[in-house]
């Protein structure tokens, strides 16, 4: 027999990983990019190696690193050397490693098998139809096409080799054979903790099959104890004992539960682990919040899981001294199994259900039922003894044959993943977020090419988005979505529910660079640019600030407020992240409007600039600038003529915003007041003039000429808001108006105002005349000392 063995052994494990052939040609998928893509030491290859072994797995992630969690640095660093040999991950390279790694634990659990059934004289079949149940069971799926679950493969083939060693060799075990079954399970450790549980096979395989008394059986256990335990101390001494991102309910409902709750929901989630060992339809990635929820007592669901445990724990206990092998798959089951059972607080892992923690459980379970038809078959005659079981098996095996197959399909990519998955676990909040996710990168790509189609995502997302946020709460302890929510709302065009989207995504993460980028962007459109300053200068301070375009916006934005000097700082800043042409046409602009036309012709006389309209108003514009610096306003007057007429066709209001406001001052100082305040109303109205010079000359305008005191004053209240240097002539023009109107005390205030600023006879002779006309004869008098006259009674 033991040469026929191989046979079925080889021909399971290629049909069982052949199943997953065609994930071969699959993407990068979901948390693939953890160990892969986004993690800054496995992508220099073999550069850093040894720093894997010095932190937490978590720590090299681009995304919230954190020194807490895991530590597998065997695992990243195959990967590493993956990444070495091929020069570039790719995943057909990864998906086809894990293929192989599948195929090979496939082989060595055969082996395990064929050495328990011949210790127990059991049929062949028995061995074939467990690996054979075990090879095809769907809930391999996610461990198998998911790149990054390559810890668990490696885990479990380094855990199962090791016991295998062990097992063949246990009567004689040699100084080698310990130097390798140990280093394989510390390999194994170092790849996935997960293997920590395994240790109880190897007692149970000592009693149960090798007739070993308990505390032989348990002796035996002892070596893989010890490596375990180094494993561990090295793991506390490495490892943070900080929380971490997922000690939340949005991964586990366990931190919702308390007391009574929490036993009753580790219940309902056993079962519903049992369901999918035996029915595992519908499958899900995903698992979180609300599609499990906290359960109590008064659940019939957990009172048949009460009952179900209680029933096998029963046979366990009862069949353990006659060494009954349904006590041994039992136990083997619930040992596996131990390590994700949440069953102290302490040790709640960061996921309410997951199909990978099935991984080498299910073996046991597969062991069960096939044991259990075994023990069937023998109650019937002649030939049908062995055709029972397998005639019985043969549509489950197909039946799991072909939902493998199909399930694997799926994890073809993110998109695919996503989006059969809001549909298998659709009260999950992370199934409808990711999908959301990906139907906008999606729409983005679209978005130039194909418009309607890129809307229709968006549109799809943004549904998506509101079933995550409804089933989340106004709770939200995600909120790093809310952003690519807002993104959502921008591009289907809805500002004011994307501004509200943003504004919350601030409260709950006043550091989160996105929505305050966004906000500034609004508020510059808006015109509101002291606004969009606040919120830019706060984005600098963000986490993962984009500092190109944040600088960029922010020079953008100081163009706008006339703050000139500011403007180039933060513009030349953007320049060291990014060439931007078009920002350096902007800086030559902002140059020659400082009178640096040596500077300003650098950045504007180029190539790119093409166009015979785009040469006259660079050159008009360097020329006209230059004399405006110089006070010679007729010659600025004569460029600046001809930069008008094609002041549109070149998109004069980004190159140069400040156009009208320095046409209409030189037009001004050549006596032409009415083309001077047409200028000015330009600057304001068409380019939403922030220039505390542009209003105080239209203050003045309004206030000598056309008389309109009431509209000069409030010109000049703005020129005060939008920060005008000399202040104290601020002050006097606007006391001046009020004094016009009639506006005695007001008048009297903003004078006195003015005097904080300045000094002058006029303003206090004013102050003087309006005291002694209030009837404020102590201030009148005041006031008639500092001019230096007798006083009056």
Not at 57 to 85: D, K
Not at 182 to 190: A, C, I, N, V
Not at 391 to 404: A, D, E, H, N, Y
Not at 414 to 425: E, G, L, Y
């Amino acid at each position: 027999m033991k040469e026929k063995n191989w046979i079925w052994i080889v021909c399971i494990a290629i049909f069982g990983s052949g199943l997953y052939f065609q994930s071969i040609s699959f993407d990068y998928t979901l948390d693939d990019g953890l160990f892969i893509i986004s993690n800054r030491i496995t992508t220099k290859g073999m550069e850093e190696w040894t720093e894997l072994f010095k932190y937490g797995s978590m720590n090299f992630i681009e995304i919230s690193p954190v020194n807490s969690g895991i530590y597998r640095p065997f695992t990243l660093l195959t990967f590493a050397l993956e990444n070495e040999l091929v020069g570039k991950f790719n995943p057909m390279v990864s998906h086809s490693i894990n293929l192989i790694l599948y195929f090979s634990l496939l082989i060595i659990v055969g082996w395990i098998l064929v050495f328990l059934i011949q210790k127990r004289s059991l049929p062949w079949w028995v061995g074939g139809l467990t690996l054979f149940l075990f090879a095809v069971h769907p809930v391999h799926v996610e461990v198998v096409a998911s790149a990054k679950s390559r810890d668990t493969l490696l885990s479990a083939l380094f855990a199962f080799s090791a016991i295998l060693i062990w097992a063949q060799n246990y009567k004689n075990l040699k100084a080698g054979h310990w130097i390798a079954l140990l280093s394989l399970y510390f390999f194994s450790l170092l790849s996935k903790e997960e293997s920590i549980p395994l240790i109880a096979l190897v007692g149970l395989i000592a009693y149960f099959f090798l007739g070993k008394t308990p505390w032989e059986a348990a002796k035996s256990t002892l070596p893989f104890a010890a490596v375990a335990l180094v494993y561990l101390l090295i793991r506390g001494l490495i490892l943070d004992s900080a929380s971490t991102a997922y000690d939340s309910y949005v991964n586990s409902v366990m931190y919702m539960a308390n007391g009574s709750e929490r036993l009753a929901t580790n219940f309902y989630i056993y079962l519903q682990y049992l369901k999918l060992l035996i029915f595992p339809h519908p499958l899900s990635w995903d698992y979180s919040f609300s599609q499990l929820t906290v359960q109590n007592f008064q659940s019939m669901q957990v009172w048949l899981s009460i009952f179900i445990f209680g029933a096998v724990i029963y046979f366990a206990v009862k069949g353990f001294k006659e060494r009954n092998l349904f006590s041994f798959g039992i136990i083997f089951y619930l040992a596996t199994f131990s390590i994700f059972s949440n069953i102290v607080p302490a040790l709640i892992i960061g996921s309410n259900l997951g199909e990978r923690f099935l991984f080498v459980p299910s073996l046991a379970f597969s062991f069960l039922v096939v044991y259990l038809l075994f023990v069937l078959s023998k109650r019937l005659p002649g030939k049908w003894a062995n055709l029972f079981p397998i005639l019985l098996l043969i549509p489950v095996l197909l039946g799991f044959s072909w939902k493998t197959f199909d399930r694997t399909k799926v994890w073809k990519n993110n998109f695919t993943i996503t989006k059969n998955d809001v549909r298998s676990a659709p009260k999950s909040w992370r199934t409808h977020a990711f999908y959301a996710d990906e139907l906008r990168k999606l729409g983005l790509e679209m978005k130039k090419d194909q418009p309607d189609s890129a809307r229709n995502n968006f549109l799809e997302a943004k549904k998506e988005y509101k079933i995550m946020l409804g089933i989340l709460g106004n709770d939200m302890p995600v909120s790093q979505y809310l952003s690519a929510y807002a993104e959502v709302l921008i591009l289907l065009g809805d500002s004011t529910k994307a501004i509200s989207t943003l504004e919350t995504a601030i409260e709950k993460n006043p550091r989160s660079f996105y929505p305050l980028f966004q906000l500034g962007r609004f508020n510059f459109d808006k015109g509101n640019y002291s606004e969009a300053e606040i919120f830019y200068l706060k984005a600098l301070q963000a986490d993962k600030a984009s500092l190109g375009p944040l600088y960029r916006n922010l020079g953008l934005t100081y163009s706008r407020m006339f703050q000139k000097e500011k403007a180039v700082v933060a513009l030349e800043k953007s320049l060291q992240y990014s060439e931007d042409p078009e920002i350096k046409k902007v800086l030559g602009f902002l140059y020659s409007e400082l009178g640096q036309t040596e500077k300003a012709s650098q950045y504007l006389i180029s190539d790119e600039v093409s166009t015979p309209e785009e040469i006259q108003f660079v050159s008009a514009l360097i020329k006209g600038n230059s004399a405006f610096e110089k006070k010679d306003y007729k010659t600025a007057l004569g460029e600046y003529l001809k930069i008008e007429p094609v002041y549109d066709q070149v998109d004069g209001q980004s190159k140069f915003p400040s156009f009208f406001s320095a046409f209409g001052k030189t037009l001004l100082e050549t006596g032409d007041t009415t083309g001077a305040k047409i200028n000015f109303l330009k600057a304001v109205e068409k380019m939403k003039s922030q220039d505390p010079v542009v209003y105080t000359n239209l203050g003045t305008i309004a206030f000598l000429k056309d008389k309109n005191f009431s509209l000069a004053e409030n010109y000049y209240k703005k020129a005060i808001e939008y920060g005008v240097e000399d202040k104290f002539s601020g002050y006097s023009n606007i006391g001046m108006t009020q004094l016009a109107q009639k506006k005695e005390k007001e008048a009297s205030v903003t004078f006195e105002k003015a005097l904080e600023f300045g000094s002058s006879r006029s303003v206090i002779g004013n102050l003087y005349l309006l005291n002694r006309s209030l009837g404020n004869v102590e201030k009148a008098n005041y006031y008639q000392g500092l001019l230096g006259t007798p006083k009056s009674n």
